[in-house]
């Protein structure tokens, strides 16, 4: 049996944040196993610790593995943190990520390059972003957005990635490294059904996102 950790990540006031998995021991799942693991949880992503001392990790959706996603590692970050590991990078199959704590919130640094291929639809209201019931126009990986209030650099947020097995995702990470790196700016997220993400460039070709993290439940998986 492995230990297995479930997060939701990004949280808002009222809730929110995306579930997450994280075997902090995942060498205690056979490399052969870890999709089929991943496919069984059903979340957005799961995520296997190879090192916790140095902060290796794999990233897996439901259908694929992927080299780099936001909210697992700020999840991961956070919850290796808090089991004594404040590590200052993570290591990725994209490269190093950058890790930091800002007024409670856990932020990771990554390069838009990284992020998967989303298509960044701006729509004109965040009442048009609610009545979606579908990706606009059909499309395929899409985060559509919105304004909120422009000034403060607040918008709505909602992002569908049927190729990874996920309908809508709650909360994206890199899709909000890529708004950020697209709008130059530093931006506050209001994604899913209750999420809050904050994201901005920090120069270099990096982009920062961070969040609040809650520890849901620790369980055993076979």
Same mark, same amino acid.
């Given at each position: 049996?492995?230990?297995? +950790?479930?997060?939701?990540?990004?949280?808002?006031?009222?809730? &929110?944040?995306?579930?997450? $998995?994280?075997?902090?021991? &995942?060498? %205690?799942?056979?490399?052969?196993?870890?999709?089929?693991?991943?496919?069984?949880?059903?979340?957005? !992503? #799961?995520?296997?610790?190879?090192?916790?001392?140095?902060?290796?990790?794999?990233?897996? #959706?439901?259908?694929? !593995?992927?080299?780099?996603?936001?909210?697992?590692?700020?999840?991961?970050?956070?919850?290796?943190?808090?089991?004594?590991?404040?590590?200052?990078?993570?290591?990725?199959?994209?490269? %190093?990520?950058?890790?930091?704590?800002?007024?409670?919130?856990?932020?990771?640094?990554?390069?838009?390059?990284?992020?998967?291929?989303?298509?960044?639809?701006?729509?004109?209201?965040?009442?048009?972003?609610?009545?979606?019931?579908?990706?606009? &126009?059909?499309?395929?990986?899409?985060?559509?957005?919105?304004?909120?209030?422009?000034?403060?650099?607040?918008?709505?947020?909602?992002?569908?990635?049927? %190729?990874?097995?996920?309908?809508?995702?709650?909360? #994206?990470?890199?899709?909000?490294?890529?708004?950020?790196? +697209?709008?130059?700016?530093?931006?506050?997220? +209001?994604? $899913?059904? &209750?999420?809050?993400?904050?994201?901005?460039?920090?120069?270099?070709?990096?982009?920062?996102?961070?969040?609040?993290?809650?520890?849901?439940?620790?369980?055993?998986?076979?």
């Amino acid at each position: 049996m492995a230990e297995l +950790h479930v997060l939701r990540v990004f949280c808002g006031p009222d809730g &929110g944040g995306n579930p997450l $998995g994280v075997f902090l021991e &995942g060498g %205690e799942v056979a490399e052969e196993r870890r999709q089929q693991v991943a496919m069984e949880l059903g979340f957005a !992503e #799961t995520v296997f610790v190879d090192d916790a001392a140095t902060g290796a990790l794999r990233i897996f #959706t439901p259908v694929e !593995e992927i080299p780099f996603a936001g909210h697992p590692l700020v999840g991961t970050a956070w919850l290796l943190a808090r089991e004594g590991e404040q590590l200052p990078t993570l290591r990725t199959p994209a490269g %190093e990520v950058g890790v930091h704590v800002h007024d409670g919130l856990t932020y990771i640094s990554g390069r838009p390059e990284w992020s998967p291929p989303f298509e960044l639809v701006r729509m004109g209201s965040a009442a048009e972003i609610d009545e979606l019931e579908r990706p606009p &126009g059909d499309a395929g990986m899409v985060d559509a957005w919105a304004w909120i209030d422009e000034e403060a650099g607040v918008l709505r947020s909602r992002v569908f990635v049927p %190729e990874f097995g996920i309908a809508e995702d709650e909360a #994206t990470g890199s899709a909000a490294i890529m708004l950020a790196a +697209h709008l130059d700016r530093e931006i506050e997220i +209001h994604q $899913g059904k &209750g999420s809050r993400l904050r994201a901005r460039p920090v120069g270099g070709g990096l982009v920062e996102v961070g969040g609040a993290v809650v520890l849901d439940e620790v369980r055993d998986h076979a």
